[in-house]
């Protein structure tokens, strides 16, 4: 941290000039690594979306067609190389889940890799060229040298630690991968600096304990100290930021973190020469501009400029709370004028439950737009709440308080943030989920169905009591229009995994204003709802039905009756995960694309069975099997 001679303790005034050279061109080094993967990132996102865009038209000249099949040399070597890069990086090795355990999984193999390059790549620039001999002339300064180039490796870094902080950056512009799910990321850059820190000073300091002028360094050379500080700063947030100490306290930890990183920033001002100083800004840089632009359209959206001259300048939203089964809450924002993605979340605060809180949450229901709205966007927005502890406790004490006179609450909006798969091509979807985890699949869900691209969808939502799915029931059951209009062969299928359930109790819970039309569904179930088990496939029996052009017709629906185009299973059982991907998968004639959410021990399972499944049936590697896509999500933050 201490990056010029006059941070030195009184040794040789020259030799911070000596190292700079070659130090600054390692830093450049670093940043045209970095540049150059975001680049590929880039260069595959836009790879997709022309394939995308190609099987789209391929759909409106051919609505029979397959357009996720390659069907050129070309197109077969790119998925080729695609699908050898999801079995590589979709694995989880083994996951943790027992007390504080669980907080030191290890990352899917994907991310695994992706630091394993990042290490090989500091450790380079940190040790090469820098451990001397006592043959060489430079042999006086083997201290000084290391110290000053993990300085330069250590500064260089933080500006990429404050870009991968921020909701609108860069990388996700240039890649499309959302902010959130670059976190992980962001925390370990964030440790790999401290430890790189630690290389810088203790090289210094072990300089100066040979020289016996320790306490006068300290005590003479303020921006010592400076330094010292923004390493102990650092150190903290790495430790505050253990999921375990996230998890305790999430307000406490966003409101320190946001301090420290700004103490952080003036601590390593303080610290660096005036010719390393840019990279302090660097990082202030992508700070103002992420929240620059949050902000206006925070105080946008909240003002409600969109609105009529006469209704504008009101602040926030009515909100208005319904308590749900099982701890959890609807909250249904009224009057809300922009459009969103399915699957996009939004951060609300509510200052009757605590100022400066911000929370995010996934968005429950469709944008009127895509949900063939007349004025454009929808006038509510639906979050669902499980409540645990926090602000998410406070919030249903306060819907149990509402409860009987349903008295709006206000809130503020500030989104909607993140960038959900894009689901238009695949021929088969296969979406699974866990408790509240449909919240998040069942937007995405109806915009498919709404769509009607693809041509086999599957919905699997597993919960432990029955009483949970009152939730989504209605709009499960209004799919049955859509599915005729638009031919899609869906299958729904639900798990209550608690005890003392039965499909006549769910039955009894129909309602005399739903019952005409729940009895439109085909309901499907066995006598014995015990014994009942989806059907799986051996993968001898599977293999033989994928030729390279297999003749397939999709259904259609010409009669009142929905018993070909969909079908609602009940069960009592808890599925394994080859219960729920095995056959939709066998039976895809294009590619499938996989949507989870859930717990993080589940979702462990998932990519280790999808990575499975794609090596078994040897995914475009000549048995004529078809691509999997797997997007996962996980409770927390």
């Given amino acids: 941290m201490d990056m010029d001679m006059g941070m030195s303790g009184g040794m040789d005034m020259g030799s911070s000039g000596m190292f700079a050279p070659t130090n600054m061109a390692i830093a450049r080094s670093y940043w045209y690594i970095v540049a150059a993967f975001v680049a590929f990132l880039g260069l595959i996102r836009w790879t997709d979306h022309l394939s995308k865009a190609i099987g789209r038209r391929a759909l409106r000249r051919s609505p029979e067609s397959i357009p996720s099949r390659p069907k050129n040399p070309l197109s077969k070597v790119y998925a080729t190389g695609t699908a050898v890069m999801r079995e590589m990086t979709y694995p989880q090795p083994f996951h943790l889940s027992r007390g504080l355990s669980q907080y030191f999984s290890p990352p899917p193999l994907g991310r695994c890799l992706i630091l394993v390059a990042y290490w090989i790549m500091v450790l380079t620039m940190l040790w090469s060229n820098v451990l001397l001999k006592p043959t060489s002339s430079m042999y006086a300064y083997k201290w000084e040298i290391v110290a000053f180039r993990a300085a330069w490796v250590s500064v260089t870094q933080l500006p990429l630690v404050y870009c991968l902080s921020c909701k609108i950056n860069i990388i996700s512009l240039i890649s499309g991968v959302s902010y959130e799910r670059l976190n992980w990321l962001h925390q370990w850059v964030a440790r790999t600096l401290f430890l790189t820190v630690i290389v810088h000073w203790s090289f210094f300091f072990r300089e100066w304990s040979l020289a016996e002028f320790v306490t006068m360094e300290i005590s003479m050379m303020p921006m010592v100290r400076y330094g010292f500080g923004a390493w102990a700063v650092v150190g903290w947030m790495v430790l505050s930021s253990l999921g375990y100490l996230r998890a305790k306290s999430y307000e406490f930890f966003v409101l320190q973190h946001l301090v420290s990183a700004v103490v952080l920033l003036w601590l390593v001002h303080k610290h660096v020469p005036a010719y390393a100083a840019y990279n302090v800004w660097l990082a202030v840089g992508f ?18 400029l ?17 308590v749900l089964t099982h701890n959890s809450i609807r909250v249904s924002i009224e009057d809300v004028r922009f459009r969103w993605t399915p699957g996009q979340h939004v951060y609300i605060s509510i200052p009757s439950l605590g100022f400066f809180q911000s929370h995010p949450f996934t968005i429950g229901n469709l944008s009127e737009a895509i949900n063939g709205g007349t004025d454009g966007v929808s006038r509510s927005l639906e979050l669902y709440i499980q409540a645990q502890s926090g602000f998410t406790r406070k919030l249903l004490q306060k819907a149990k308080r509402n409860s009987v006179v349903d008295e709006p609450i206000r809130a503020f909006i500030s989104g909607p943030l993140g960038i959900p798969p894009s689901l238009e091509i695949y021929e088969t979807i296969v979406f699974i989920a866990t408790s509240s985890g449909a919240s998040f699949n069942l937007p995405l869900f109806e915009a ?4 009607g691209h693809c041509w086999h969808v599957y919905f699997y939502w597993i919960v432990r009591e029955k009483e949970q799915l009152d939730w989504f029931y209605h709009r499960i059951t209004s799919l049955a229009t859509s599915v005729k209009r638009n031919r899609v062969e869906v299958t729904v299928v639900f798990f209550v995994t608690g005890e003392n359930t039965s499909p006549r109790l769910l039955e009894a819970q129909q309602t005399a204003a739903n019952r005409e039309d729940y009895q439109r569904l085909a309901v499907s179930s066995s006598s014995s709802y015990e014994d009942e088990k989806l059907e799986a496939f051996s993968m001898e029996e599977r293999l033989s039905t994928y030729p390279e052009q297999a003749a397939w017709t999709k259904p259609t629906t010409t009669d009142s009756s929905l018993n070909n185009v969909s079908q609602i299973k009940y069960t009592r059982s808890r599925p394994s995960v080859g219960e ?24 462990a399972d998932v990519r280790n069975h999808v990575t499975w499944l794609s090596d078994d049936r040897a995914v475009h590697k000549g048995s004529g099997a078809q691509g999997i896509f797997l997007f996962t999500e996980t409770y927390g933050w």
Avoid: W
């Fill in 287 to 304: 700070v103002v501009l992420d929240h620059a632009g949050r902000y206006c359209c925070t105080v946008y959206y909240n003002l409600h």
């Fill in 306 to 322: 969109l609105k009529a001259s006469q209704d504008r300048f009101t602040l926030g939203y009515a909100a208005f709370l319904k």
């Fill in 448 to 451: 498919v169905i709404n769509q």
């Fill in 580 to 603: 729920l991907l095995n056959r939709p998968v066998e039976h895809a004639r294009g590619e499938t694309a996989i949507v989870a959410c859930g717990g993080a021990g589940f979702i």
